[in-house]
């Protein structure tokens, strides 16, 4: 990104591998029905009889993979329903805190592709103009400012159909050293921005009748806290709250509107600027494209989801089973409540891109 450098990491010979990866490749491997049953059909084709011991285990494993992929399958029609029709010519776009990072990336691809895309923030784009990209300054967390965006939006793009709730800060203090305009500004940017939007396009989103799609993105602190975080972490598990609410409510009344929960790990962004992830293998950081390629999929098909990455970030429920003091030795080990003391954050990184570039080293 322009003006910024990448947040700097440990290096390591293995710093490319993680779980994730080999999940990925077992997932299109071993794990794959296919591949299971094309085990069996080698055996066969080797003239073993049915009853034979390898025969009936390659047998037994190919059903219960097939039989894990079709419960999968069903689990995930019940839990989203079925998916909306998307024309994307006709889609109007909401991105709040669009000018950066996940939300710039989201916003470039939908106004390539011809949709009509409304970028609310109150900084400058990045990259400048993009292209079927409409920028409107907008600080999200002013109910005032908003209507006005919104009214704007109306007549000059038309009623939304999708609203990405993106907007959001990271102060990076401990609470005890948070003064209490840190707190109003937090809190409002990370989580009362969601409620105002919601609150003003999902009424004409509904009157339009046409469907519609609402992304939440959160975070998986949201769902374990974290040290210097305590104001950030109470935000998002707010909109991990605010969206199963309201996945509640259109389910039942409008269920051709449907809902996105976004909950990602460390994003390589400046908003955690200085951050290290204690564990690159366990717990990578995360690359903005991928989970912008993960949401614009799921927008694209119409779907209902909930987008955990990485690997950890979509087993966190079973995080919170765990005995309590089992669950301190976890982030102990993975070093939750220590990741932040390298913490420089957005104005940081933008000082030392200044500062390199004073110095004839500019670092992108």
């Known amino acids: 990104m322009d003006g910024f450098r990448r947040p700097p990491q440990r290096e390591s010979w293995f710093a490319p591998l993680s779980i994730d990866l080999f999940l990925k490749v077992l997932y299109v491997t071993f794990l794959h029905p296919f591949v299971a049953w094309v085990a069996v ?29 079709t419960a999968s399958a069903v689990n995930k029609r019940i839990a989203f329903g079925i998916p909306r029709e998307v024309d994307m010519s006709e889609e109007v776009i909401v991105i709040t805190g669009g000018s950066s990072g996940l939300g710039l990336l989201i916003a470039e691809v939908y106004g390539m592709r011809g949709a009509s895309v409304a970028v609310l923030d109150v900084k400058e784009m990045e990259n400048g103009e993009a292209r079927g990209v409409s920028y409107y300054k907008c600080d999200v967390s002013d109910r005032k400012q908003l209507a006005a965006a919104a009214k704007k939006i109306e007549e000059e793009l038309g009623t939304p159909t999708v609203i990405i709730n993106n907007a959001a800060i990271v ?36 009157r339009a009748g046409r469907g519609g799609t609402v992304v939440t993105v959160s975070s998986v602190i949201g769902e374990v806290g974290a040290a210097r ?9 707010g909109l991990i709250a605010l969206h199963k609410s309201l996945t509640a409510e259109l389910r039942a009344e409008h269920p051709d509107i449907r809902t996105v929960l976004v909950t990602p790990g460390q994003l390589s962004t400046p908003l955690f600027y200085g951050v290290q992830t204690p564990n690159s293998f366990l717990a990578p950081v995360v690359e903005p494209v991928e989970v912008a390629r993960e949401v614009i999929f ?22 919170n089973v765990l005995p309590v003091g089992v669950q301190i030795i976890v982030r102990k080990l993975a070093g939750v ?14 000082a030392t891109a200044e500062l390199s570039e004073k110095n004839g080293a500019a670092v992108h």
Request: one cysteine or more.
């Open 171 to 206: 102060v990076g203090k401990k609470l005890v050293d948070l003064d209490f305009d840190d707190i109003d500004r937090s809190l409002s940017t990370n989580l009362l921005s969601s409620f105002y939007a919601l609150r003003t396009f999902l009424p004409p989103m509904i």
């Open 41 to 69: 059909l080698c055996l066969r084709a080797e003239h073993m009889h049915w009853d034979a011991m390898p025969m009936r285990v390659a047998m037994a494993y190919a059903t219960f993979i097939t039989v894990c992929w």
């Open 229 to 237: 975080l305590s104001d950030y972490a109470a935000a998002k598990a």
């Open 298 to 319: 799921a927008i694209d098909n119409g779907n209902a989801e909930h987008i955990g990455m990485p690997l950890y970030a979509r087993w966190m429920a079973w995080y």
């Open 337 to 350: 409540d220590t990741a932040m003391s390298t913490f420089v954050g957005r104005q940081g990184a933008a």
